[in-house]
């Protein structure tokens, strides 16, 4: 597995159907957007994972924030 989707694969999930969920990709960064929560979506990261080829870990904004935060002392 590589660190770096192939194009190939961002494009076969870029048109899985994807209902009010959303998804953009950035060079070695997934971001997704799930407004009705994770339990009832689509994205996962055993998808994300086998679709783009690569290894993925998630964080939700909360988590974000919070290690944000803690680099900024």
């Known amino acids: ?3 770096i989707p192939q194009q ?6 870029r048109s899985m159907p994807l209902d009010d969920d959303k998804l953009e990709i950035r060079e070695d960064v ?6 009705v929560g994770a339990s009832t979506s689509k ?11 690569v290894r993925a870990t998630s964080r939700n904004i909360n988590t974000m ?3 944000m ?3 900024q002392t």
């Open 1 to 3: 597995m590589g660190s």
């Open 69 to 71: 935060e803690l680099t």
């Open 30 to 35: 997934c971001y997704y957007y799930i407004p």
């Open 65 to 67: 924030l919070k290690l």
């Open 8 to 13: 190939d694969d961002i494009e076969v999930l």
């Open 43 to 53: 994205l996962s990261n055993v998808l994300i994972e086998k679709k783009l080829k």
